[in-house]
């Protein structure tokens, strides 16, 4: 049984460019969170989704932009990079109002 | 708001030995969970042991407790018989009960098992 599928795992960009992360959640859950873990820090929520809708989001610009599909993947995009961007990316998947929460392995994303 | 503050940035204890990570929290809400992680290099948050604010008994999952005081808001994760293997970063998480949508995580704690 996968976990949750982080894709790519590195990636270098360019600060004005922009990113979409990808995620696949475990199977059966249906509900995918988006974190961003600065270098020595802890995660912080970016926001998460459930039914194809944006359910709740952190504290975060509206360079920060997402989707869930059909089958339940998501993307993260980010727009107008700048180098605070880099970080690792972390997805979360969960069966919704369950406790149990999957995280991936992430994406590290360098903005250069 | 929510904070959860991790006092020690790195840890050092000797293999088979038993170490304490602290891990206070703040926050208003009466019903919450409060989680450990495990994040080694490869970056994937491994879930290690989960309590719940209504728990009366703290947590056990092999070699992790957790040593839960509602009062002091206080639950620090206390791992026996520490191995190579536990090398990582560890994270103390809260997620309120009425908000399955997000947690809040302290800095983390490196903790480096020695031989």
């Known amino acids: 049984d996968a976990g949750v599928t982080q894709s790519p795992t590195h990636l270098i960009k360019t600060r004005g460019q922009q990113v979409t992360l990808r995620c696949s959640p475990k199977?059966?859950?249906?509900?995918v969170s988006w974190y961003q873990q600065a270098l020595g820090q802890g995660p912080q929520f970016i926001f998460q989704y459930y039914e194809e809708e944006e359910r709740q989001r952190g504290n975060f610009p509206d360079r920060f932009s997402g989707h869930q599909f059909p089958n339940y993947s998501s993307e993260l995009n980010v727009n107008a990079l700048l180098l605070g961007d880099s970080a690792l990316y972390l997805c979360?998947?969960?069966?919704?109002?369950?406790?149990?929460?999957?995280f991936g392995s992430g994406t590290r994303l360098t903005v250069v | 708001a929510q904070k959860i503050t991790q006092t020690q940035p790195g840890m050092f204890v000797q293999e088979k030995e038993a170490v304490t990570l602290d891990c206070t929290y703040d926050t208003s809400d009466q019903s919450y969970g409060l989680f450990w992680y495990k994040q080694p290099s490869s970056g994937e948050m491994i879930f290690l042991i989960y309590?719940?604010?209504?728990?009366?008994q703290n947590a056990t999952e092999g070699r992790y407790s957790l040593n839960f005081q509602k009062a002091r808001k206080s639950a620090n994760l206390v791992i026996s018989a520490s191995q190579l293997g536990d090398s990582a970063m560890y994270f103390c998480?809260?997620?309120?009960?009425?908000?399955?949508?997000?947690?809040?995580f302290g800095s983390g704690t490196k903790l480096n098992v020695k031989p």
């Open positions: 998480a809260m997620r309120p009960l009425y908000n399955f949508n997000k947690f809040y």
């Open positions: 309590q719940g604010s209504y728990d009366e």
């Open positions: 979360a998947s969960s069966l919704t109002h369950r406790k149990g929460y999957t």
């Open positions: 199977s059966g859950h249906d509900t």
